[in-house]
């Protein structure tokens, strides 16, 4: 069993929660009950991890939304999934997580796109995720 220690583990457990909702339609407890139960967490990454997949399958239409604006002639669904659910974790973080430094996100997303999607992903990334970050006190962000 992986004792998951760092919030990067944390991150890409998320994403493997995200593909999962996404895939299965499963409901989030459900996922997050299954990742759970394969993996140990020190207390800080259990929190950390259940309110980023949380928090990141809540703000899901809102993140597309602003992933959608930064398209240049290219359509949300032609993007790749783990690109999109990566993009979409990763805007999450930035505009609701204050203890994690927008350039923190930045890097984290793109190391983790690297490691899980295409070579060319992680520069598609970076541009989505650094346009957001230049972007940030002009966003209308959700309240709820």
């Known amino acids: 069993m992986t004792v998951i220690k760092t919030r990067r583990l944390a991150r890409e ?14 409901s989030p ?15 800080e990454s259990s929190t950390f991890f259940e309110r980023l997949f949380t928090t990141t399958l809540k ?3 809102w993140t597309s939304a602003l992933i959608e604006e930064r398209l240049e002639n290219w359509d949300l669904g ?13 805007i999450t973080e930035m505009v609701f997580f204050d203890d994690v430094p927008p350039k923190v996100s930045i890097a984290e997303g793109v ?13 598609f990334v ?5 346009s ?4 940030l ?6 309240t709820d």
């Open 78 to 90: 032609r993007v790749a999934l783990i690109d999109r659910l990566v993009l979409q974790m990763m």
């Open 59 to 61: 703000q899901r239409d």
């Open 29 to 43: 407890d459900k996922i997050l009950e299954d990742l759970k139960s394969r993996s140990t967490f020190d207390d």
């Open 13 to 26: 457990l998320v994403l493997q929660g995200l593909y999962a909702e996404e895939m299965t339609h499963d």
């Open 126 to 130: 970076n541009g989505i995720l650094d």
């Open 132 to 135: 957001v970050f230049h972007s």
């Open 137 to 142: 006190e002009e966003l209308s962000v959700p």
């Open 111 to 123: 190391e983790i796109v690297r490691k899980f999607s295409t070579d060319e992903s992680s520069g």
